[in-house]
């Protein structure tokens, strides 16, 4: 099983090193590959996804992704920022399925800026699909206006779209992520304003037909941005667009306090997957060694469990994880009162100590 | 002055007439006059948005809008549902400047479900461009997938586009907006994934330059969700487009735990205005007399100061309003132990009687 590492750019080495130590605790070895990705590939390489990379990323089994992105990269041109890299893993390896978990850690409750019984005991998953939509919809560019009053006017557009077989799989993907769970699926589309989306609502209909056992509702995007404010323990398991599912699942991931502990997968129609910190690359924290590396050790987790079918490896991560914090380890990000500080190089022992 | 009344469905009667009743009580009168729409229009007229309706908000010097939507007409084909009212309305009166205050009155501090010190005080305003975008870009639409893996199947499609002129005149609404409190303006987009708004970005800062005096910063739109729910406060007006301002205005009126005191304003290049709750219909509580009736009050109140220029009957209502909350009268969405529960024509009288 050969894994690549691609730790990417701000904190991404320094929590990466730390879920390569937890991965090489382990008993079963795998064989480790690191590339450069974001604005290490282009430093390195004059790309943020270099070639060498990216056939890496084709011949592994699964991939452990840190975060792209630092401030010395801001003024490049799009095609060679750093998160460019993201957009054409996923595209080149087909990780249409997003999921990402906002859970509540019981002893980080207090992290959140929600009441306590408004969060407490939170678990969602968010499903969201990641190649289509309006991410790599075309045409799209500046072009001039074609009519209306602003006609002859420069005028930015992109294209939204969602074919029929691109809805049916990712609402495959959540109606089985459902059945494991509370099996309660919410749709979140704007079927009231866009044809994507009636399109898309119907398709899920359809799908519905095959997974009786799972209680499928809809919801419009706007209602669901208030519903994750208002009552955020009413969902099971979200699935939404590419768009959409950006800005709610980082609604979902903040309400928790503690994004700096919630992992993720991508993945593609075999279950090879790409896996990463719902965080991002914090250039402003990166060397310190103060950054929180539970959530790329959580990824590696659900590596191990998606991708490479080693469910109890991953359980022992997560276990261990658990036990780190009820020892009351704390990172900066999730420090309180009556916990214990500690750096990004320490959390990642502790936890393979508690291994 | 004339003031076209467009009541609407679900509790859209009820608190319109509030509203009506607090008109009629000031010392100048105004012209009123009511017409169907949504539902009723649909139900009267056989359409939302009946001509006659069209006829005389276009006449009117300013709009008094309730809300749209009810069951019976949930299976309507889209074009007649009630919530293409609203997009018609917008769209043939050029309304593109939708402001919507995100206000937390100090006594119902308790409502919200984020923690005091996260929100006391707040006081955001959102500027959503309102007749562009996704909501309105041709073509959209089913069609067959003209190309890629999916090519042949059926797709669902929209097209998302913003014109230089439209750009720039919410951006003046926005700067504008800003100079008259804390002079900071977040303009929101998706520059790193679409070219519409990394155009919108581009068209911000070049109308930054005619406002030295307004501290203009750029934030993704995922961010965005994530910051309201970090820390809304941090934020002073927040400028964006159709798409993304229907998403984080709705979180960030929530974010109030009183989204039945939110007014909102949709004004033209002329300050002619519609002016409409930023609740919906609820058709739930259709009909027993206990929603609440201040936004569409507080609503009536924008109007006289942005499209009546009448500022100091607005400051008399919002003085009424102020002092009704005060005395402890509460409707039951913002009802709380130790307060006075009353229904929709109590608190519309009581307001009356502030006056
Ligand atoms: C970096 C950016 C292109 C990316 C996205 O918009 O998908 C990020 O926000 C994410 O959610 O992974
Ligand atoms: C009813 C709907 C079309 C509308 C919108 O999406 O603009 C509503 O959500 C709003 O925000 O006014």
Aim: charged letters at 25%.
């Amino acid at each position: 099983m050969k894994i690549a590492i691609l730790p990417g750019d701000g904190i991404g080495p320094e929590i990466v090193d730390q879920a390569v130590k937890v991965l090489n605790a382990l008993d079963e070895k795998f064989e480790l590959e690191t590339a450069p990705v974001g604005g290490a590939g282009y430093a390195a390489h004059g790309h943020p996804l270099p070639e060498g990379t990216l056939n890496l990323a084709k011949a592994a089994d699964a991939i452990l992704f840190g975060a792209v992105g630092d401030y010395q990269y801001d003024n490049l041109e799009r095609a060679l920022r750093p998160e460019q890299a993201i957009l054409g893993l996923r595209k080149n390896l087909g990780l249409f399925g997003n999921l990402r978990p906002a859970i509540l850690y019981p002893e980080l409750a207090g992290a959140s800026t929600l009441k306590p019984e408004v969060v407490s005991g939170l678990d969602i998953l968010i499903v969201r699909e990641l190649t289509g939509d309006i991410y790599f919809g075309q045409p799209r560019g500046v072009r001039e206006c074609p009519d209306g009053p602003f006609k002859g006017q420069r005028e930015g557009f992109d294209t939204m779209r969602y074919a029929e077989g691109e809805i049916r799989r990712i609402a495959h993907v959540a109606f089985q992520a459902a059945q494991k769970r509370a099996k309660r699926l919410t749709s979140v589309d704007k079927a009231n304003v866009l044809e994507t989306f009636q399109f898309w609502k119907d398709i899920m209909i359809d799908v519905s037909k095959e997974y009786p056992d799972v209680a499928l509702d809809h919801m419009y995007v706007d209602n669901a941005a208030m519903q994750l404010v208002r009552a955020p323990k009413k969902f099971d398991v979200i699935v939404t667009g590419n768009m959409f599912g950006d800005i709610l699942s980082d609604a979902a991931a903040m309400l928790t306090g503690s994004i700096g502990m919630l992992p993720s997968a991508s993945l593609d129609a075999n279950n090879k997957g790409l896996y990463e910190p719902s965080h991002g690359s914090a250039p402003d924290i990166a060397g310190k060694g103060i950054a929180n590396p539970l959530a790329t050790i959580l990824s590696a987790a659900m590596m191990l469990r998606f991708s490479l079918s080693r469910a109890e490896q991953a359980d022992r991560i997560e276990n261990a994880v658990k036990q780190v914090l009820a020892q009351g380890l704390r990172t900066a990000d999730i420090y309180e009162e009556g916990t214990t500080k500690v750096g990004t190089a320490q959390m990642g022992d502790a936890v393979v100590k508690a291994l």
